[in-house]
């Protein structure tokens, strides 16, 4: 299933990408969105950690065709509700430490982003104010699908885990490096993780590290990169961080970014008002923001 969320910011509601119908000049097409908002509230916490996965692909099976289509010129929402928590992963992949001038970690480097940075797919990116250093990042997202402690082991994530999306970690690297203080600081200005188009289910995808990613800058490739390469796969993550905290069910966690980041050029070129990104993860869609000034 591809859970997409639509309409004004604030005021989202459900729905689905189906599967089998025509592609666009997004990569889907929006005439692909179906509203289901008269059987589900949101795409949250409640839904994720009541079962709701498992009611919506009864609805689906039973009456996909027949769920309303959602207008073309509605907004594309981040495809699930506001997290309670977006936990990133620093340095995980090697030659992105590299680039960094940073050694490869021994263990996941975790860091925290204010989970009112989610926007979506295609909303408008801000450069805040005084920023000369605003850098791009694409990164797999994984949506936790229920609240979670203490695993067992790395095979025990794979059920705790409700799918995959694309995540565009942005980041202000003045901020970030050079301000003192933790990372967070340079990753939590607003709109700084756009999120979707949609929320692959995790039985979509059959292998969550073998994933070509891609971003583009002004229609120019920045950053190209694979999964396979992360120094800490998806599960070993999920099992990591059940050990230090509990996860919950719609939690978002952003994996690490493939080499190419602004900061790594030579010399480092970082984002402008009036510069567009467009993001790819295979089998979860593009996403494209433009920026503006704060």
Same mark, same amino acid.
């Given at each position: 299933?591809?859970?997409?969320?639509?309409?004004?910011?604030?005021?989202?509601?459900?729905?689905?990408?189906?599967?089998?119908?025509?592609?666009?000049?997004?990569?889907?097409?929006?005439?692909?969105?179906?509203?289901?908002?008269?059987?589900?509230?949101?795409?949250?916490?409640?839904?994720?950690?009541?079962?709701?996965?498992?009611?919506?692909?009864?609805?689906?099976?039973?009456?996909?065709?027949?769920?309303?289509?959602?207008?073309?010129?509605? *907004?594309?929402? @981040?495809? &699930? $509700?506001?997290?309670?928590?977006? /936990?990133?992963?620093?340095?995980?992949?090697? =030659?992105?430490?590299?680039?960094?001038?940073?050694?490869?970690?021994?263990?996941?480097?975790?860091?925290?982003?204010?989970?009112?940075?989610?926007?979506?797919?295609?909303?408008?990116?801000?450069?805040?104010?005084?920023?000369?250093?605003?850098?791009?990042?694409?990164?797999?997202?994984?949506?936790?699908?229920?609240?979670? *402690?203490?695993? @067992?082991? &790395? $095979?025990?994530?794979?059920?705790? /885990?409700?799918?995959?999306?694309?995540?565009? =970690?942005?980041?202000?690297?003045?901020?970030?490096?050079?301000?003192?203080?933790?990372?967070?600081?340079?990753?939590?200005?607003?709109?700084?993780?756009?999120?979707?188009?949609?929320?692959?289910?995790?039985?979509?995808?059959?292998?969550?590290?073998?994933?070509?990613?891609?971003?583009?800058?002004?229609?120019?490739?920045?950053?190209?990169?694979?999964?396979?390469?992360?120094?800490?796969?998806?599960?070993?993550?999920?099992?990591?961080?059940?050990?230090?905290?509990?996860?919950?069910?719609?939690?978002?966690?952003?994996?690490?970014?493939?080499?190419?980041?602004?900061?790594?050029?030579?010399?480092?070129?970082?984002?402008?008002?009036?510069?567009?990104?467009?993001?790819?993860?295979?089998?979860?869609?593009?996403?494209?923001?433009?920026?503006?000034?704060?």
């Amino acid at each position: 299933m591809r859970l997409v969320r639509f309409g004004a910011p604030g005021h989202e509601k459900p729905g689905v990408v189906l599967s089998d119908q025509g592609h666009g000049d997004k990569g889907f097409g929006d005439k692909r969105r179906k509203d289901c908002s008269a059987h589900f509230k949101d795409w949250d916490h409640a839904f994720l950690q009541g079962g709701g996965l498992a009611r919506l692909a009864r609805l689906l099976a039973d009456s996909a065709n027949s769920l309303p289509d959602v207008p073309e010129s509605e *907004r594309w929402g @981040a495809c &699930v $509700a506001r997290p309670r928590k977006v /936990i990133c992963i620093g340095l995980n992949f090697s =030659d992105h430490a590299a680039e960094s001038g940073m050694p490869v970690p021994a263990e996941p480097i975790i860091f925290m982003k204010g989970s009112n940075t989610v926007i979506g797919p295609y909303d408008t990116v801000l450069i805040p104010r005084g920023s000369t250093k605003t850098d791009w990042e694409v990164e797999l997202g994984v949506v936790i699908g229920r609240d979670t *402690r203490y695993l @067992a082991s &790395v $095979a025990d994530a794979a059920g705790a /885990i409700a799918g995959y999306c694309v995540s565009n =970690d942005v980041s202000e690297r003045a901020f970030q490096l050079e301000r003192g203080g933790q990372w967070t600081k340079g990753k939590s200005c607003d709109t700084f993780n756009p999120l979707g188009p949609w929320l692959s289910t995790s039985d979509e995808i059959s292998d969550p590290q073998a994933l070509g990613m891609r971003l583009d800058v002004n229609g120019a490739r920045k950053q190209t990169g694979n999964t396979r390469t992360m120094v800490f796969g998806v599960h070993h993550i999920v099992h990591y961080l059940s050990q230090f905290m509990t996860l919950e069910a719609g939690d978002l966690i952003s994996t690490g970014t493939p080499p190419g980041v602004g900061l790594g050029q030579k010399p480092p070129k970082f984002l402008g008002v009036g510069d567009v990104m467009e993001l790819e993860i295979e089998g979860l869609g593009v996403q494209r923001q433009r920026c503006e000034a704060a």
